[in-house]
């Protein structure tokens, strides 16, 4: 009898594994390096407008030098008589930025920089919420009324109050030994700058430190008895970034 042929079985392929999804290992590596690059950027980026930022807040204070700069000191209150034998109080300029001066008739230096405090006032009486405060020593109006008008040519821009021989609030609440002296207060009634002596008040950069405490943020900075301190300490050691 004759063989049957034998059926031919049909060699199996072997089985490929299944072509997996994931990306290989490299990508992620280089993925998290553009991450970490894009990160450093993002964060150089947000601090140089952080250091520009305040680097444009701090400059005209830092330029115009005053002789006490912080946040820690709250004006004190008073109350004094103006021009016309009204009361006046410290307390009716909350809510603005106020320049509080303190001058006597017989001192050289204050009647020389009475007529820049003159024209600073003409330069911010369109800022409704700046005012200039003038405190003289002298006895009363009568003392100051022709001296005025002869320095400003005009009737002082400005209130002007008395505080006789400063006995009651020059002296004894804000310490002043010497004149002119002027405060800078911001909104909230805290004293932000001090300055000792005559002063350029017109001069642009002196507006400008006065002007930027009309906003919310301010120089983090402290001047004391010609010590710098604070986050904007080098600002005032090189104030225009050269």
């Known amino acids: 009898m004759a063989k049957k042929d034998a059926k031919k079985v049909p060699k199996k392929e072997p089985e490929k594994a299944p072509k997996s999804d994931a990306p290989p290992p490299w990508t992620y590596l280089a993925y998290g390096a553009f991450v970490l690059l894009a990160a ?21 204070l830092c330029l115009s030098k005053p002789n006490y700069a912080g946040a820690n000191l709250k004006a004190p209150a008073f109350t004094l008589k ?3 034998g009204k009361d006046v109080s410290l307390a009716a300029y909350q809510g603005k930025v106020v320049v ?5 008739s017989w001192c050289a230096p204050c009647r020389e920089e009475m007529p820049d405090l003159g024209e600073l006032a003409h330069i911010l009486q369109p800022q409704k919420d700046i005012a200039i405060v003038t405190v003289s020593v002298d006895s ?20 002007v109050l008395f505080d006789p021989n400063g006995d009651r609030i020059v002296g004894p609440k804000y310490g002043t030994k010497q004149f002119p002296e002027t405060w800078l207060i911001d909104k ?31 120089c983090p900075v402290e001047i004391k008895e010609g010590q710098t301190t604070g986050k904007a300490a080098h600002f005032c050691e090189d104030p225009t970034g050269t």
């Open 188 to 218: 909230r009634g805290v004293i932000r700058a001090r300055f000792d002596g005559q002063r350029p008040w017109s001069n642009p950069i002196v507006v400008e430190a006065i002007e930027e405490l009309r906003g919310n943020d301010y």
């Open 40 to 60: 450093v950027l993002v964060y150089s980026f947000v601090t140089v407008a952080r250091e520009g930022e305040s680097r444009r807040e701090c400059s005209a």
């Open 100 to 104: 509080l001066n303190f001058w006597a």
């Open 82 to 84: 103006d021009m016309n």
């Open 140 to 159: 009363g109006p009568d003392e100051v009324r022709d001296l005025l008008k002869t320095l400003l040519r005009e009737d002082a821009p400005f209130p």
